[in-house]
């Protein structure tokens, strides 16, 4: 009986054999359909990918240093309007809708209880009549046309009293 079974256990391991091989040859046999890229190609995919995305996020931060620029610009033309604005006189002055005490009305909405240091005054702006109206802190600029508030305009303080401050404190410190 040990015979038949020492046969059985080698006839199982030969057909085992026999079995894996078989099944390892279809599927070597088979790696060889599935299509595959070389790695220079896939590095080639990679670099090209990689130098697309680094174009585009050129193009973005150049569109937004020249919006930065443009809104620079703006703000220059803004900061003083006082190149740009002329008195307009009572003779060529167009027809308002509103009063100056109308105009005084609605700047209060930004100023709160602040009083004008001048009376207001038809100025042009940028092609636009509007009330100029000069308070401490700055001038509020209100359409003649309608009340809208068009611009404000906060005056600087003097960079000068700032530096005298702190050379004062820093003299102060070296004692």
């Not at 240093?65 to 443009?70: K, L, P, S, V």
């Not at 703000?75 to 309007?81: F, I």
């Not at 930004?110 to 001048?118: D, E, K, M, W, Y």
Request: net charge negative.
């Amino acid at each position: 009986m040990e015979q038949q079974e020492r046969r059985a256990a080698l006839s199982a391991f030969f057909w085992t054999i026999s079995v894996m091989s078989i099944a390892g040859g279809l599927l070597f046999w088979q790696s060889d359909n599935i299509p595959t890229i070389p790695l220079a190609q896939a590095n080639a995919a990679a670099v090209t990918q990689y130098a697309n995305a680094l174009d585009t996020a050129n193009i973005r931060l150049t569109e937004a240093g020249n919006r930065i620029t443009m809104l620079e610009q703006e703000l220059t033309l803004q900061s003083a309007p006082s190149q740009q604005q002329s008195v307009v006189s009572e003779s060529a002055a167009p027809a308002t809708e509103i009063t100056s005490q109308q105009a005084l009305e609605s700047a209060r909405t930004i100023v709160g209880s602040l009083a004008p240091t001048a009376d207001p005054e038809l100025v042009d702006l940028e092609g636009q009549t509007v009330w100029s109206i000069p308070y401490q802190p700055g001038i509020v600029f209100v359409s003649a046309r309608d009340g809208t508030i068009v611009l404000v305009q906060r005056t600087q303080p003097k960079r000068h009293n700032e530096q005298e401050h702190d050379e004062q404190n820093e003299s102060d410190h070296e004692d």
